[in-house]
Structures are given as structure tokens and as C-alpha cells.
């Protein structure tokens, strides 16, 4: 059971460029997360998924974007990287039908943007 | 509006010692709340959680935490450190609001010396 998958694990971009990172879990979760963590910081939400066709923004959303594919998928695209998305980026799912339960992370993607 | 603090972003503990990580939360509504683990270069990992019932949640790994409504807090402890248990630990709050949406403490690391 892989629980939830983020591809891929470390990425450098140049200021400027466009990557998508992707995000799949096999839990059957209704609700989806994208997080970043910078150091004190703790997890920043960026966007969410509250059920399959919706999307939310979070407490950080500015220079990102995100499509919610299917109940499996959810992709957080930067369109224009910036040094300052330089972080570890961390995709989450939990049940989400009205039962508070815990959310599983991803294994993270590390990217540098130069 | 819900958040988290966590005292000390830095703990260090001799092995064997008590182990004691704070978190405080406020919330305007009774919270669900989280204890997460994260090993280098890892995702996070649930060590417990306090949803309803009793007051004092057991987790894996020897941890437990207790709800303390007056207080608005929710303490880590574990009686004797181990080598194994230097990570960062990050408390969460969560609660149902047109989906589930948790928010995360900046995060305590934890140093065990020998």
C-alpha cells in the first residue's frame, strides 16, 4: 500500500521556469493538500482539495496553481518559479467526509529554484 | 482563527531523560488535535491524535499527550528519551470547515544526547 506518492523528489529550476509537481494517493481520501515547509516556519497551506471537482486556496496560494485530476491526483503547478519557492513541498490526504481524522504526507519534493 | 504555538524550537534531552514538548493552540470552537514526527528527509508521521473521549491519548513510540480544555494545550511527553527519537515534532490543530483544514505549530526539534 503506497499510501500517498509525490514525483519528484528533488528538482532545480531556473528563475522563470514552469514545473508541475504531481501527487497521487490510493487511500480513497476525499480531501487533498498541498503544503510547503521552510525552516520556523512549520507547513504552509498552499491549496487544497475538499472533495473531487473542488479546489481552495490556503494560507499561501500567490504563484501557484493546482488541478484536482481526479479523486486520486492533485498537481500544484508553478507557472513563473521565484528563488523564494525554493522549499520542501509536501502533498497530504485524509478521509474528509465530515469524520476528522489524521492526514498521511508524501515523502516530500525538495526544490531549488536558482 | 485557529493556531498552534510550540515553545522552543530547539529542545535538547540527555538519553534517558523525560521528554516535554509544548503546544498551545486557539481556537474559537473545541479543536481536534495532532502530534506529527519527522525524520530527516522524511514526510510526517502520525504519533497521535485527540479527537474525543479521554484526555490522555497514548501513541506509538512510547509518546502520549494530554488535552487540557483550560489550559488550550497539548503537551508531548515520554518518560525516557531514546537515541531513535531526535527528530522535529510538529503540533496540529484541525476542525471541519467546508472541508477539513489543519494548521501546523513552526515546529520543535528534539536533540537526544548521550
Known amino acids: 500500500n503506497a499510501g500517498v506518492t509525490q514525483t519528484p523528489k528533488f528538482q532545480v529550476l531556473k528563475t522563470g521556469q514552469s514545473m508541475t509537481l504531481q501527487c497521487a494517493q490510493d487511500m480513497n481520501h476525499n480531501s487533498m493538500y498541498w503544503y510547503r515547509q521552510d525552516p520556523g516556519m512549520g507547513l504552509r497551506l498552499i491549496y487544497y482539495s475538499a472533495s473531487e471537482g473542488t479546489t481552495d486556496k490556503g494560507e499561501v496560494p500567490n504563484g501557484y496553481n493546482v488541478s484536482r485530476l481526479n479523486k486520486r491526483e492533485f498537481s500544484l503547478r508553478l507557472e513563473s518559479a521565484a528563488p523564494s519557492q525554493t522549499s520542501v513541498y509536501f502533498c497530504?490526504?485524509?478521509?474528509?467526509?465530515?469524520?476528522?481524522?489524521?492526514?498521511?504526507f508524501g515523502q516530500g519534493t525538495r526544490l531549488t529554484v536558482v | 482563527a485557529q493556531s498552534v504555538t510550540q515553545l522552543g524550537s530547539h529542545v535538547s534531552v540527555s538519553e534517558g531523560a523525560l521528554v516535554l514538548l509544548r503546544c498551545n493552540y486557539s481556537?474559537?470552537?473545541?479543536?481536534?488535535l495532532f502530534w506529527y514526527v519527522q525524520y530527516p528527509n522524511q514526510g510526517l508521521q502520525l504519533l497521535l491524535k485527540y479527537t474525543t473521549g479521554a484526555t490522555l491519548v497514548k501513541g506509538i513510540n512510547g509518546f502520549e499527550a494530554e488535552f487540557k480544555k483550560s489550559e488550550t494545550s497539548f503537551h508531548l511527553t515520554k518518560p525516557s528519551a531514546h537515541m531513535s527519537d531526535a527528530a522535529e515534532y510538529f503540533c496540529a490543530v484541525s476542525r471541519w470547515n467546508y472541508g477539513q483544514n489543519f494548521v501546523f505549530g513552526p515546529g520543535t526539534r528534539l536533540s537526544v544526547l548521550p
Open positions: 481556537s474559537s470552537v473545541p479543536p481536534y
Open positions: 497530504a490526504s485524509s478521509v474528509g467526509d465530515r469524520r476528522i481524522t489524521e492526514a498521511f
